[in-house]
């Protein structure tokens, strides 16, 4: 999935294990939306940082369990993913 260079860790690198949530930008209609824990210590297994300091976003690859593949694509779709490393 793509992310943002605010919403990886500068330090994070091949192997980190990580926790990733779904932040949902205010939609300008009143509703809130409150960050989600999509899925909890994940590995990243990939980590394509190139166009990251041209104002684009970097490519993170993780390695899901089957079961929480259909989660991290759904909350792709909306909002934004933000990485967090897990300290245990």
Known sequence: FAVSAADLPSRVQIGDLVNLYQVVNVTGDGKEFPSQLVIESVYIVDLNRK??????????????????VERALNATRKGRMVVVVNHG
């Open 51 to 68: 166009s990251e300091n041209l104002g684009g976003s970097s490519i993170v690859t993780v390695a899901i369990p089957n079961d929480f």
